[in-house]
């Protein structure tokens, strides 16, 4: 688990460490990540080298991210076993609920674009959704 608000496991340094940069590297956009059960989206963040544990929000955008800069993270732990609750939220936390259910991605335009929204089982309304749109020339 790379961040994570206040719960269950928190965010290992040691991922953040050596993934977030390498991730960063080659242009990933989203990590979904689980080993939480519960749901949480952070802002598009970068990698900050001084406090691995505190990184930089790019973007507070809470749904819309043009031309990212920085990785959004997603914590999707909400298949069916008992659920985390939370003791806080983290600064570059945008999302978290305790709901099962499921994140659904799409991709559109042609690839220039990834939809993801979250349903809650038996509710046909999204408890999340956003969007990354990338200009890809």
Do not use: C, W
């Not at 953040?16 to 802002?43: E, P, S």
């Amino acid at each position: 688990m790379f961040y994570s608000s206040n719960t269950t496991h928190p965010g290992l340094d040691e991922l953040q460490d050596t993934y977030h940069r390498l991730f960063a590297k080659y242009g990933v956009d989203i990590v979904l990540q689980a080993h939480n059960h519960n749901y949480q989206r952070t802002y598009p963040i970068l990698y900050n080298s001084s406090k691995s544990f505190t990184p930089i929000i790019t973007d507070i955008n809470d749904e819309r991210y043009f031309d990212l800069k920085g990785i959004i993270f997603v914590t999707v732990g909400t298949g069916g076993e008992d659920l985390y609750n939370f003791t806080g939220q983290a600064p570059y936390v945008i999302r978290q609920f305790e709901r099962h259910g499921f994140l659904y991605i799409d991709i559109t335009n042609n690839g220039s674009a990834l939809v993801g929204t979250f349903y809650e089982n038996g509710r046909m309304d999204d408890k999340d959704h956003f969007t990354i749109i990338k200009n890809l020339h």
